[in-house]
């Protein structure tokens, strides 16, 4: 079986994207703590990677990205209020670009052909979810290993995404509902990291949204 390596967050995107391709490639999970409020998805992430039996799954802590970031973006900064629907503070520059480089790094020393996120049309709003973008990276990265390429020392890459079939969020839903059940209530969406979601941020009511686009009763906990 081929090998993949999936950007696996914890949240019901990617979640359902293992679920999506699990029968297809070998998968191998990475996981990023970026200093974002979020952490409670990475304790998600561990408890599906185990449930997925996934080949591998590292958390990669890049938590200096925080510093960087500053309060350029309501996900990372301590100051700024996160909003209930789509607003540009909620967009964590290039984050996609700086997971998608060490999801691929990796990718190319297992000798794997696919690298894997969980962007979806609805993510239109996000520039680094588009899928020109993933393509842009995608020659990119196979560019800087032409050579390993051509000695059959490395595998070309491809970057795929939801978004590139045309893929909902509801769409994913439905189908990860097939394998997960109602274990895909215990995904992670919320922006904050409470005892459940918070029922108000962006990520919560697109959760909310696309439950309902999907004909699913959304039995998730939230706290409003």
């Avoid at 500053?70 to 503070?89: A, E, M, Q």
């Avoid at 697109?206 to 439950?211: H, P, V």
Wanted: proline share 2%; net charge positive.
């Amino acid at each position: 079986m081929k090998k993949a390596v999936i950007v696996f967050s914890g949240g019901v995107d990617s979640v359902c994207v293992a679920s999506y391709l699990k029968s297809k490639y070998e998968l191998y999970g990475i996981t990023f703590s970026y200093g974002q409020k979020a952490n409670r998805e990475i304790n998600a992430a561990r408890t599906f990677a185990k449930k997925f039996g996934l080949k591998q799954h590292k958390i990669i802590d890049i938590g200096f990205m925080k510093e960087l970031y500053g309060d350029s973006n309501v996900l990372t900064s301590s100051k700024r209020k996160i909003p209930s629907k789509f607003d540009y503070s909620i967009v964590v520059p290039i984050r996609n670009a700086v997971f998608l480089s060490i999801a691929s790094a990796w990718a190319f020393t297992l000798n794997a052909s696919f690298v894997a996120y969980g962007a979806h049309i609805d993510d239109n709003h996000y520039p680094d979810c588009r899928p020109i973008f993933a393509k842009k990276l995608e020659s990119a990265f196979n560019q800087g290993e032409i050579d390993g390429i051509n000695l059959g020392l490395r595998k070309s890459i491809k970057i795929w995404s939801p978004y590139k079939e045309g893929l909902s969020k509801s769409d994913l839903i439905q189908n990860g509902m097939k394998t997960l059940g109602d274990s895909i209530f215990k995904t992670w969406s919320c922006y904050s990291s409470k005892n459940n979601h918070c029922g108000i941020c962006e990520s919560c009511n697109n959760r909310k949204t696309a439950f309902q686009k999907a004909g699913i009763i959304d039995k998730t906990k939230y706290l409003k």
